[in-house]
């Protein structure tokens, strides 16, 4: 496992880049979707999200996005800079750039729009019925080379795969680059090369920009090979720590009714 780059997670964040979610409850018509969820994620380090459905973690995404309204703090703390608190303004500090990158939508094979026509709409919301620019291309194509996608330019957004298109959303997604990059089930839909080849992508781009990278995931055999970290989340914590930690718990067991860590099946 790659070591992180700032500080050391038992030291504490006195000396690293952090997002600390603390106390984070949210309500939604009277019911209670998140209950005091609190952890740290580092610069460098890859956060995995795991959970049954309706336990919360799409909430949780909304909330660090500014999205969703909530109770307790979420603060992103720069290197040797003062801690900016996400939905409010702290004097002196700089709001963090967030990446998202959402379930891979679809598209329609006999759609003629092509990955240059979307990257261009969304980033320079330049008409895709009108000639685009070599600027907006050069730009697009250094994006795409960031998840090496270049050859994917011209292709239609109907007819990629599920593993290219994420590439095409996580170029998208790293433009600018971001301080933190959150990823909504990444892997549903991709094949096992396309899978394998993310996942390196990732290890790659939390390396080569320090990212924050956290993502939800169904995909537990693949946990112990990417994350650093693991969070078990069912409206409130239920266990944070690494894979084997998580995967071996008697929490693990109870919400998924499996045993996949060491002796599990």
Known sequence: MRKIKHGRLAAGCADSCCLKLEGLSVRLEGDSILEDVSFHLHCGEIVALIGPNGAGKST?????????????????????????????????????????????????????VSVLDFFTAATARWPVWLPIPAKYRDRA??????????DLLDRPMGGLSGGQLQRVLLALALEPVPHILILDEPLSGVDIEGEHQLLEMLDELRTQYDLSI????????????????????????????????????????????????????
């Open 60 to 112: 949780l995404f909304r909330s660090i996005l500014g999205q969703m309204s909530y109770k307790g703090s979420i603060t992103f703390s720069p290197p040797g800079g003062p801690a900016i608190r996400l939905g409010g303004f702290s004097a002196g500090g700089t709001r963090p750039l967030v990446g998202y990158v959402p379930q891979a939508p679809s598209f329609d094979r006999g759609d003629p």
């Open 214 to 265: 956290f993502l939800s995931t169904h995909d537990f055999a693949t946990l112990g090979q990417f994350a650093d970290k693991v969070v078990l989340l069912n409206r409130r914590v239920l266990k944070s720590g690494p894979p084997e930690a998580v995967l071996s718990s008697q929490e693990f067991y109870e919400t998924f009714h499996l045993r996949m860590g060491k002796g599990g099946a």
């Open 141 to 150: 194509a250094v994006c795409l080379a960031r998840v090496h996608g270049e």
